[in-house]
């Protein structure tokens, strides 16, 4: 029998494809996961939709207040994007981040949304951004989630077989905010991160007004920090007991041992990147203007 | 099998190809069996190693990440279309010049990822040019030789003449 592949040139084409024959397709944009989950076994893919030449889910786009990134857009247009730079820079050095040159120009943010690891780069500075995804279907129409009701386990989300993602959004960030991403992988290069984690304050002069704190690879899914963000609030950002807070984050997370780092070594490195994070806000070395 | 075959048109090294290819088969297969472009390697197969780096609408990608019919309609160059057939490219040379190259299995990969680099900056720095190189893997040269060649070519390209 062989696979059956598909290219699809209009998004409703794809959706019209996917209505017919969700239940046994595979979505392929960059293709740079699917293609290493079927490395030597393409031949158990059923049916393949190729979307790679869906161009009208290729662009960043400032919508009133609103940053909207296509699911197309590959890691290489986000790093390079001056909207994404001056609005989300946090977001740019985490698509900066993501494994090689090769890999960035393939690799598309929806991709890394929909395979859902808990390692996915571009998922914390997405969650700390408070971003929606936005799927359609033929027949239920556009919804737009947060990603945090998105994500519902490691390489799981909500979405049926019959849906697209065509885009991921989030609120332009105010004046006063500024954010930060780290990240820790055993190589440089090529690296699926261990951990990571993404960081946006609102601040009023020292104080932390309000924060969003993402941590990737510390829990089944990318997972915000809630009870640190909540204990950080009022707190200035340059004392030192701001950051002894920090010491609650194991409550935060629920690491799972894997070969990458045993769990007490994820909880210390997602502490210490938090830190980092906290320390790079201080010293402006990052945010709107500090760039 | 051939009831699945899809119809691409594909450009290579300037020549437009229209072909019927299975949906599995990847490009990087496409272009070392099906068109005999055999300086095109294969290592990893997973997208780590980069010896299956060719340029693709002016981008570097691992061919092996791609499924030859996603390649439909783009223009592709591997390692054949970067000399004139006689003469070598002058990256290829300063990676000669520079002893850049030892068992060889990561150069044409290397060279296409050089070549990236100097399109996007003919004049970059060392860090441009390492992290240009990331995702090519070298087991023999420890990659001083070829961050060497790569500077080495950008000078004597950018030198006067401007074949890029
Ligand atoms: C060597 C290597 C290094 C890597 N390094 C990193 C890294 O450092 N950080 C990181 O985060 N990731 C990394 N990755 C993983 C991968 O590159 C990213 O997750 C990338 O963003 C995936 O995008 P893609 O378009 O290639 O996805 P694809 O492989 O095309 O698709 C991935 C999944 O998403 C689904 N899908 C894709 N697009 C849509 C859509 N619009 N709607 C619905 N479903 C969709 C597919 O069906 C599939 O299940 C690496 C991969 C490799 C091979
Ligand atoms: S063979 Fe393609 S990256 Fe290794
Ligand atoms: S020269 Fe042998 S791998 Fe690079």
């Not at chain 1, 090689?100 to 571009?122: C, E, L, W, Y």
């Not at chain 1, 304050?201 to 915000?224: S, W």
């Amino acid at each position: 029998m062989g696979i059956i592949g598909f290219t699809s040139r209009r998004l409703n084409e794809a959706l019209q494809y996917l209505h017919q024959y969700g239940d046994e397709t595979t979505i392929i944009a960059g293709g740079t996961d699917v293609l290493v989950k079927y490395h030597e076994r393409l031949d158990e893919l059923h049916r393949v939709l190729n979307i790679w030449q869906l161009e009208e889910l290729k662009s960043i786009r400032i919508i009133n207040d609103q940053i909207e990134v296509g699911s197309l857009v590959t890691h290489t247009q986000l790093e390079d994007s001056t909207i994404i730079q001056q609005n989300a820079p946090l977001l740019a050095e985490a698509a900066g981040s993501v494994g090689s040159p090769q890999i960035r120009n393939r690799g598309t943010i929806g991709g890394n949304v929909a395979n859902a690891s808990p390692a996915g780069d571009t998922l914390t500075p997405l969650l700390a951004l408070d971003a929606s995804v936005k799927f359609v279907s033929l027949d239920r129409g556009e919804k737009v989630v947060s990603l945090e009701e998105f994500l519902v386990g490691p390489g799981r989300h909500i979405m049926k077989k019959d849906e697209l993602i065509t885009a991921l959004i989030f609120p332009i960030p105010k004046d006063n905010t500024v954010g930060a991403f780290v990240k820790l992988g055993y190589r440089k290069a090529l690296a699926i991160s261990t951990v990571n984690a993404a960081i946006m304050l609102g601040l009023q002069g020292n104080l932390i007004e309000d924060c969003r704190i993402a941590l990737g690879a510390v829990a089944p899914t990318t997972k915000r920090a809630k009870l640190v963000e909540e204990l950080l609030q009022g707190q200035d950002v340059t004392k030192s007991n701001t950051f002894e807070i920090l010491g609650q984050l194991e409550k935060d997370i629920a690491p799972i041992s894997d070969i990458r780092g045993s769990q007490q070594y994820r909880t210390d490195i997602a502490r210490e990147l938090v830190t980092q994070g906290l320390q790079k806000i201080v010293n402006k070395e990052v945010g709107r203007s500090g760039r | 099998m051939g009831d699945n075959r899809l119809m691409i048109k594909v450009t290579v090294n300037d020549r437009l190809y229209e072909l019927q290819v299975d949906p599995e088969l990847r490009l990087v297969d496409l272009l070392r069996d099906e068109l005999g472009l055999t300086g095109t390697k294969e290592g990893c197969g997973k997208g780590e190693c980069g010896a299956c780096t060719i340029i693709m609408n002016g981008k570097t990608v691992n061919s092996c990440m791609v499924l030859a019919f996603q390649a439909d309609g783009s223009e592709i160059l591997t390692i054949e279309g970067m000399g004139d057939g006689e003469e070598l490219h002058p990256i290829q040379e300063a990676f000669i010049r520079q002893g850049a190259v030892q068992c060889g299995y990561c150069t044409p990969g290397m060279v296409l990822s050089a070549k990236a680099i100097l399109d996007k900056n003919p004049n970059p720095s060392e860090e441009e040019i390492r992290k240009g190189i990331s995702g090519n893997l070298c087991r023999c040269t420890g990659y001083q030789k070829i961050v060497d060649a790569i500077k080495d070519a950008a000078e004597v390209m950018g030198g006067g003449g401007d074949e890029r």
